[in-house]
């Protein structure tokens, strides 16, 4: 027996969104008026990918971490001074960050496998502010609390990355690519693991799911695009130090998936944007900031459950249109 | 004739409760065995035991000569013993479809490289997956459902995509825990046509159910439970005349059966 085919329109409504949000993306830096709003769409690019490489273990397998932003740092030193004591070209600087990364995502995943819910997220937290002592102490080779200033923009095979307008474009394929492997990723044999285990973990492994291995490759997979994201932070701000990766930006990190919707891909990507661009778009109610952020966050949390992802495939539902 | 499944003096213990009792029973190939007994008697512990999401204290599982002991979850799954479960565990985040494909998790072999990459190795075997779902999900009649959320199936054809999702691994053992609650009669007497079909083809089946019609005109062998001790076993006929087991449904003093 053949089952049928999904149907070519429901194909075609779910790739709107993505396309839709491509576009706006390549033609964003005709609207943004200098190089400061461009910096900010930078950033909104790099936490895209963070937030999407986060969701694998926070979204799909059901693992709250607060290491994360840890493994995020471990990535920028990584890369950035790869790339500045041994002059290796930047490309070097990025894998070095991703495998650095992959394997220490690794050794978390191992006490990871025995401990659950709230004490694997004590665990990790603690992780997350280990790593953040340990760049600022070891001072000979991180420079300390004053931090790496001068890591130099990305160049490859000899074109340079420099100037903010290219590099918009490079880190914006390198989100596309991220969003296009979490994506492709998802619907594998392994998303679907992912996904059992944060449903009804006991059924997973009754059905033959290596729930150890599956948790070890999330944990692994989420902490290599943490890497790529660090790498590309580090030589996007140019400038690094351990202050940035506080316990403060893992609480924004979780936010930028819960808003956008976990287990989605484009949630956390809208989720990240958003909540880079929003404190300059809130830039007129000066010290009441946060108040108004705390709001609005509050206000998503309630309101949208399913988060924004969550909202859009209800708004299609009510119009008709989802299949 | 060699057991397919043998279970020797299977023992699990509670802190000071004794939930299974050195129980000791045969599987052969094909046949369809039901666990029978009143509530608490160490049936569903039993089940837990055999697919390892208990560790026993004592005694012995083998699979065609093979032993099971202290094999996790899913290496027991892979070795072709499957099961549902009472309280369901189903994937509430997948479609149904999908569900029925994780059950079918360790016979995959695709890398997560060739899966993001679509190597035609990858794509072949998605495409399987989804293939082998459909016909699995038509067996139990939810064929429509494929790429539906679980949330749009009734509880009781929820038992059936369990069923469905538990035969994705090709069990040679396919052990329900109580697949009747929530069918009505018509679709129970469906299921029992289709289990009775699995031990035609090969499968054997060990189910528990408290829907006495259902067992007695499905099951070929039953083994009785009560206080986590095997109390009798035999044909369903001579169950039903057992002085033993009419004392522990009916709560009667023990008579000395054994």
């Keep these: ?41 930078h950033q909104a690019l790099i936490f895209i990918i963070l937030a999407v490489g986060y969701d694998v273990l926070l979204g799909f397998t059901g693992l709250l971490s607060f290491g994360h932003i840890g493994l995020f740092a471990i990535g920028a030193y990584t890369s950035a001074l790869l790339v500045m004591s041994t002059g290796a070209p930047f490309l070097i600087g990025l894998m070095g960050a991703a495998v650095l ?129 660090g790498s590309l932070y580090a030589h996007t701000m140019r400038f690094i130090s351990p202050e940035f990766f506080s316990l403060g930006l893992t609480i924004i990190l979780l936010a930028m998936v819960l808003v956008g919707g976990r287990g989605t891909i484009l949630g956390p990507a809208i989720g990240a944007a958003l909540l880079i661009a929003l404190p300059e778009v809130l830039r007129f109610v000066k010290e009441y900031y946060l108040l108004v952020f705390g709001i609005a966050i509050w206000l998503c949390v309630i309101l949208l459950p399913d988060g924004l992802a969550g909202l859009g495939r209800r708004l299609l539902k009510r119009v008709g249109l989802a299949a | 004739m060699n057991a397919f499944l043998e279970v020797r003096d299977l023992r699990k213990t509670f802190g000071g409760l004794t939930a299974v009792d050195d129980v000791s029973f045969k599987l052969e190939k094909g046949q369809i065995l039901g666990l029978v007994g009143p509530n608490g008697s160490g049936k569903s512990t039993m089940l837990n035991l055999l697919s390892g999401v208990y560790a026993a204290d004592g005694g012995s599982v083998s699979l065609n000569g093979r032993s099971l002991a202290g094999l996790a979850p899913n290496a027991i799954a892979s070795a072709g013993l499957a099961r549902t479960f009472q309280n369901l565990q189903i994937f509430h985040g997948l479609s149904v479809g999908e569900n029925v494909s994780v059950g079918r998790s360790c016979r995959m072999r695709s890398s997560v490289l060739g899966s993001v990459f679509g190597t035609s190795f990858a794509r072949r075997e998605e495409a399987d997956a ?75 089946v060990i189910v528990i159910e408290h829907n006495m019609r259902f067992v007695m005109g499905l099951v070929d062998h039953i083994v009785a439970l009560n206080f986590g001790r095997k109390i009798a076993e035999g044909d369903p006929r001579s169950i039903r005349e057992n002085e033993a087991v009419i004392a522990a449904y009916l709560g009667r003093k023990r008579h000395a059966a054994h």
């Design chain 1, 1 to 41: 027996m053949v089952p049928p085919r999904k149907s070519a329109r429901s194909r075609l409504l779910r790739l709107i969104a993505p396309v839709g949000l491509l576009a706006i993306l390549i033609a964003l830096p005709l609207a943004l008026k200098n190089n400061y709003q461009l910096g900010i769409a």
């Design chain 2, 130 to 204: 989804r293939d082998q779902a459909f016909s699995l999900l038509s067996l139990v009649g939810l064929e429509r459902y494929l790429d539906e959320p679980p949330s749009s199936l009734s509880y009781g054809q929820r038992r059936l995509l369990e069923l469905a999702r538990a035969l994705a691994s090709s069990p040679s053992v396919l052990m329900l825990d109580e697949p009747c609650a929530g069918l009505s009669q018509g679709e129970a007497d469906e299921l029992a046509v289709l289990i009775r079909r699995l031990g035609e083809s090969g499968i054997g």
């Design chain 1, 101 to 229: 990364t992959g394997f220490v995502g690794f050794l978390i995943s191992i006490p990871a496998l025995r401990i659950k819910g709230h004490y694997l997220t004590l665990l990790t937290l603690a992780l997350g502010e280990v790593i953040r002592l340990v760049l600022r102490s070891m001072e000979w080779l991180t420079h300390g609390s004053s931090g790496l200033s001068g890591i130099p923009r990305p160049e490859i095979l000899g074109f340079s990355f420099r100037q903010a307008l290219p590099l918009y474009y490079l880190l914006l394929l390198f989100a596309v690519l991220t969003v296009v492997f979490v994506w492709r990723l998802k619907a594998s044999r392994f998303g679907r693991a992912f996904m059992a285990i944060r449903d009804a973990e006991i059924g997973a492994e009754v059905c033959g799911v290596n729930t150890s291995k599956m948790k070890m490759m999330a944990f692994a997979i989420s902490a290599i695009i943490a890497g790529v994201a």
